[in-house]
């Protein structure tokens, strides 16, 4: 468009340049109210899920502790044993880091992270490096003298793997993968596929979480959305008692409730519905974690199946049975289809609630109600091998994303109601 | 069927939510085949409660409904057979036109093919052939209308029901539509029941209307009948314009009545519903039927009366009037040469015929 085209205000200017400028106040004060907001997110979500991201691909234990080395044996051809000089590099650099005790820098450091990809490996670096400042020329020759499993090519592909600070293996592991003596992918061993069996797991018990919470939680919104207002008023506080409790108090409680020695059993015991040896474990296993998990999430169903249910005129239901349809099937085809929205948003939030949820299974899931949380937990704060976590912690979101994805495929995320 | 027993028959019905009040206290109607019979009456008078106990919806508590003169009470209303347009039309949001108008084929087990030549002609019927696809939601409120009037007849029903159909429309489009039904009514000869508090559409659309009031019909009659003789002073008041002088019996001879005004003018009126000398009356006058400046003998009652405003309307002009004690007398001037000389603050004289006043109850 040409200048002369330009509409002008009275005084001269470009239409757009004033409204621009009378407008850009309005829309800067409106920035600034939302900046607590954003710097908060961008602190306490944007960052640690970019760091969660980094950590996963990236560790640097070996070229932090052995740096020339790292260098060197990337340039390695992977063929027999390294050369000479390799080897020389190695024991210098392992006496090097012997004296560092900077925590993180340290030999140990680098022997775990060696020995997450080939376990048992641990103490031949420790045990090397006590020794390393001793060892001469011909160095290969005398490293394997020290101990002669650096005579086994895997261990040099391994470590060749492990000095490169960008590397996929977190990943591997977490799929139940991992790498064999000639560094390609395979299923890891029986024993140590845990990973995938618990992504499974987790994914399942959330699935008939989701579906008891939806088989529970219609009936009551819908009685909700029915009910006189002073009725409906105390069942909404009912429903929303839970979030008003503390979440360990309510999981105490559930214990107090179904424990072996717990209320229930004793009841059942008391009317003789069972003996007393044969008390029924409800508790610390995924029983418990069902419950207690059900119980937690309920409220998260109810209240946008009810913010839809309340949307709908009883006229609809009235008009369908006026025109000859039976009082189940106007239901089905009339009323069901309506609730639709609020029965998606329901699901979705306690699905991505329970895939997620960490605090109950830990009280109350014992060992076979651990759910991926638990484990991304125990490798964050127990194994320390973050790098694990993380991948895991990384696959969880994905799966959520992808779950995302399909709904907005399915049903349009904007269809989403929750009140 | 036979051509005596009417098509829907209430007998007696009474009906209390609470058990304390009653909302419709004793109605009785009949509705033959091929009427179209309105329901009229303020909001809480207890006309859509009885429209409700028809469909099903609501069941009587004392009394009997008759539907082709069987007692329905018990019958649940998918098995009733009867169409229904309701207020916010209930449209199903989450189906087509077509699917909507198709749902209560389907119930009926009507075949495919069958149903979807019922549904055009049924669309055609309300011009909205080239709508099936759409979602209600994409369609105007008098689309809307039509398509749930559609929906309503596609299934041939005895009866069809409607439920203050068009109080969400704009003026224009609801006489529109007033029309509309009126002719589909005509044409297909359906027996209509409808409900609305709109005296205009009442008086348009109808054979007869029931007027409610407080869980009783006032009167039920044709809308010339229900305009030019109503039976009590609500009626009288409820349908049309009408302006009303309070007084007192002073004598009765035959047909006649001569009341003295609150005033202290004397009035003579047709009597209507009033017992005794002595009796309190609502003498209600039509704005229309009132002239001014009558020509000598022409008129029996004449009265001196103040211009107090003037509202010019058009074809009309609407005078207040201050007249036996009254300031909100309202009359009707036809916009002609003769009454182009009516001045605010003038006084002249007006005057009435007999018949045109009526005493009715106080």
Redesign the interface.
């Known amino acids: 468009m040409s200048t002369a085209e330009l509409t002008l205000t009275e005084d001269g200017i470009p239409l757009k340049e004033k409204l621009a400028k009378t407008t850009a106040l309005q829309r800067r004060r409106a920035l600034l109210l939302t900046l607590p907001l954003v710097i908060f997110l961008v602190v306490s979500f944007v960052f640690p899920i970019g760091q969660m991201l980094f950590s996963s691909v990236h560790n640097d234990k070996v070229s932090a502790v052995v740096p020339t080395f790292a260098e060197a044996i990337i340039q390695w051809d992977g063929e027999g044993l390294p050369s000479e000089q390799i080897f020389e590099i190695f024991v210098k650099d392992l006496a090097a880091a012997k004296k560092v005790r900077e925590i993180g820098r340290t030999v140990g450091n680098m022997a775990t992270r060696i020995n997450y990809e080939m376990p048992g490996s641990r103490s031949l670096f420790t045990s090397t490096a006590r020794k390393a400042k001793k060892i001469e020329a011909p160095y290969k020759e005398n490293l394997i003298k020290v101990n002669k499993k650096w005579a086994n090519p895997t261990i040099w592909l391994t470590m060749q793997r492990a000095a490169r600070d960008i590397t996929p293996a977190f990943y591997v592991a977490a799929l139940d993968l991992k790498y064999d003596e000639n560094g390609d992918i395979v299923r890891a061993d029986e024993l140590y596929q845990i990973y995938l069996n618990n992504f499974i797991k987790t994914l399942g018990v959330s699935a008939l979480i989701t579906l008891i919470c939806v088989v529970l939680a219609y009936p009551v919104a819908y009685l909700l959305s029915v009910l006189p207002l002073r009725q409906a008023n105390l069942l909404m506080i009912m429903v929303l008692l839970p979030f008003w409790t503390s979440l360990l108090v309510r999981t105490t409680a559930w214990i107090a409730i179904l424990q072996t020695e717990g209320v229930i059993n004793d009841m059942l015991v008391f009317m003789g519905f069972i003996s007393d040896d044969g008390r029924i474990q409800m508790i610390y296993n995924q029983t418990g974690t069902i419950i207690a998990m059900v119980h937690i999430l309920l409220p998260f169903m109810i209240l946008p199946l009810y913010s839809v249910m309340k949307t709908i005129?009883p006229?609809?239901m009235?008009?369908?049975?006026?025109?000859?349809?039976?009082?189940l099937?106007?239901y089905r085809?009339?009323y069901l289809?309506?609730t639709l929205p609020g029965l998606a948003a329901g699901t979705l939030l306690v699905f991505i609630l329970a895939i997620g949820y960490y605090i109950t299974p830990a009280l109350v899931g014992g060992e076979d109600g651990l759910l991926i949380s638990n484990l991304i937990a125990y490798h964050i704060q127990k194994s320390l091998n973050w790098s694990l976590g993380a991948a895991l912690g990384t696959l969880l979101l994905a799966v959520v994303l992808i779950l995302y994805w399909l709904y907005n495929k399915l049903i349009g995320i904007d269809k989403l109601r929750f009140g | 069927m036979s051509a005596e027993s009417p098509l829907v028959r209430f007998e007696n019905i009474q009906k209390s939510y609470d058990g304390e009040i009653l909302v419709v206290k004793d109605f009785n109607l009949d509705v033959a085949k091929g009427e179209f019979v309105t329901m009229l009456g303020p909001s809480g008078s207890g006309k859509t409660t009885c429209l409700m106990m028809l469909a099903g919806f609501e069941p009587a508590t004392n009394g009997e409904i008759y539907l082709k003169g069987k007692p329905i009470n018990k019958v649940p209303p998918y098995k009733r057979g009867i169409g229904m347009v309701f207020q916010n039309y209930a449209l199903f949001p989450h189906m087509t036109v077509a699917e909507n108008l198709s749902f209560p084929l389907e119930v009926r087990g009507i075949s495919r093919s069958e149903r979807e030549t019922r549904v055009k002609r049924a669309l055609d019927m309300v011009q909205l052939g080239e709508f099936g696809g759409r979602r209600p939601m994409q369609l105007s409120g008098g689309q809307q209308q039509r398509v749930a009037v559609a929906r309503s007849l596609v299934f041939d029903p005895d009866l069809v029901l409607m439920d203050e159909p068009l109080g969400a429309l704009d003026k224009n489009l609801r006489e529109q539509m007033q029309y509309e039904i009126k002719h589909l009514h005509e044409q297909l000869g359906l027996t209509v029941v409808y409900v609305t508090h709109d005296q205009t559409e009442a008086l348009t659309m109808s054979n007869r209307i029931a007027v409610f009031d407080d869980g009783i019909v006032q009167q039920c009659a044709a809308p010339a009948a229900l305009y030019e003789n109503p039976e009590n002073a609500f009626v009288a008041n409820f349908i049309g314009e009408n302006n009303r002088i309070m007084g007192t019996v002073k004598n009765i001879d035959g047909e006649h009545v001569s009341v003295t005004a609150d005033s202290g003018d004397n009035i003579v009126a047709h009597k209507v519903n009033i017992e005794n000398v002595g009796d309190r009356t609502t003498l209600s006058l039509r704005p229309e039927r009132v002239f001014v400046s009558p020509e000598e003998g022409s008129v029996d009652n004449v009265f001196s009366a103040k211009v107090e405003e003037l509202i010019y309307h058009g074809d009309h002009i609407r005078t207040r009037f201050k007249v036996c004690g009254h300031d909100d007398f309202i009359v009707k001037v036809p916009n002609s040469a003769k009454h182009s000389a009516l001045q605010e603050n003038n006084t002249v004289n007006i005057g009435w015929k007999v018949e045109d006043c009526l005493a009715l109850d106080a």
């Open positions: 005129p006229t609809y009235r008009a369908a049975l006026s025109m000859g349809a039976k009082p099937y106007a085809k009339v289809p309506q």
